[in-house]
Structures are given as C-alpha cells and as structure tokens.
C-alpha cells in the first residue's frame, strides 16, 4: 500500500511534501503551477518509474525463479 501512495503522489502537486515545497518555491518566484500543468509532467514521470522498477524487479527477481 504504501508504495502505490509513494508513486501516486507524484502525479499531484499535493501528494508529496517535495512536490509542495518545488510548487510554494516556484509560486514564490513568480511561476504559479496550475494542477493540470503539474499532472501532464508528473503522470509521465510517474509511469516511467513505474515501468523502471517493473523491468528492475523481473530482472532480479523474475529471472531467477525462471531457472
């Protein structure tokens, strides 16, 4: 459970305490980030690492109960 938090906070500006503090600091600096902005980059990312850590875990794991 607390993975599938980890990686859905990413996807929004709310959902980590990092992702907070870049929006507060950009919005501080005279760059707003709007939600919609935000989810476009984020949900990407956010799939990348997902497909990452798939391949990571059928490369140490997967192959080796393959044997």
Do not use: H, Q
């Amino acid at each position: 459970m607390n993975e599938r938090m980890s990686l859905g906070g990413n996807i929004t500006p709310i959902g980590t305490s990092a992702n907070i503090v870049g929006c507060g600091l950009l919005k501080k600096a005279g760059y707003p980030v709007r939600f919609r902005d935000f989810v476009k980059i984020g949900l990407p990312f956010t799939f990348a690492a997902i497909g990452a850590a798939y391949i990571f875990v059928w490369l140490v794991w997967g192959m080796s109960t393959a044997k």
